[in-house]
């Protein structure tokens, strides 16, 4: 925590070392992150670069103390750049975030490569399958490894609910990971 709370004094004082230090630790985890919601790569590389820009200028403003550590702050504004992103691509007022879920995964087998692991990408097929709440608090938990109280600071959903969203995308992904391995 201590080397956290350094670099924030050194972002805070707009050195350029603490700005390459911040995308050194962050970069690949934010990247990731970012990439398993959006599945496009070049838009993950532009939700990133985003991220970060809006870090660095409302770095002052980061109340880290009281508000959340910097790596919860940081996947906060990655996760609501990203869902921003998917919001652009829903088709009509009316629909809801969920109805991407073909987009993604139409973009998802565009850009597999071919000597990927079958199962591998099969299991990607069925995260990407799951609503949007449930995906990403199972990417988080999963994936970033990240505490169900990180997730809470990171999406501002309580931790019970949380838990409950991991719990039924577990079962799903189980439900379809046993169909794949039956067929």
């Known amino acids: 925590m201590k080397r956290e709370e350094n670099l924030i004094a ?3 004082s707009n050195a350029v070392e603490a700005f390459d230090l911040l995308i050194e630790q ?3 985890r934010l990247y990731w992150h970012i990439r398993r919601i959006v599945v496009q790569h070049e838009e993950a590389e532009d939700v990133l670069q985003e991220t970060f820009t809006r870090a ?19 996947y906060r504004i990655a ?11 829903k ?3 009316f629909s ?9 995964l139409a973009t998802f087998e ?9 199962i591998i990408v099969r299991l990607q ?20 490894e990240l505490s169900f109280e990180e997730i809470s600071q990171i999406t501002g959903q309580s931790v019970s609910t949380l838990k409950t969203n991991y719990h039924y995308a577990v079962q799903k992904i189980k439900k379809d990971v046993s169909v794949i391995e039956l067929e």
């Open 10 to 12: 050194q972002l805070k």
């Open 56 to 74: 660095y200028l409302s770095i002052s403003g980061f109340r880290g103390e009281t508000e959340s550590s910097l790596t919860a702050w940081l």
């Open 91 to 93: 088709r009509g007022i």
């Open 96 to 104: 809801s975030l969920d109805s991407v879920r073909g987009d993604l």
């Open 110 to 118: 565009h850009e597999v490569e071919p000597s990927a692991d079958e």
């Open 125 to 144: 097929k069925a995260i990407l399958a799951l609503p949007t709440k449930q995906r990403l608090v199972f990417n988080m938990r999963y994936y970033d």
């Open 26 to 28: 962050y970069g690949d």
């Open 79 to 89: 996760t609501t750049l990203s869902i921003n992103v998917l919001r652009k691509r």
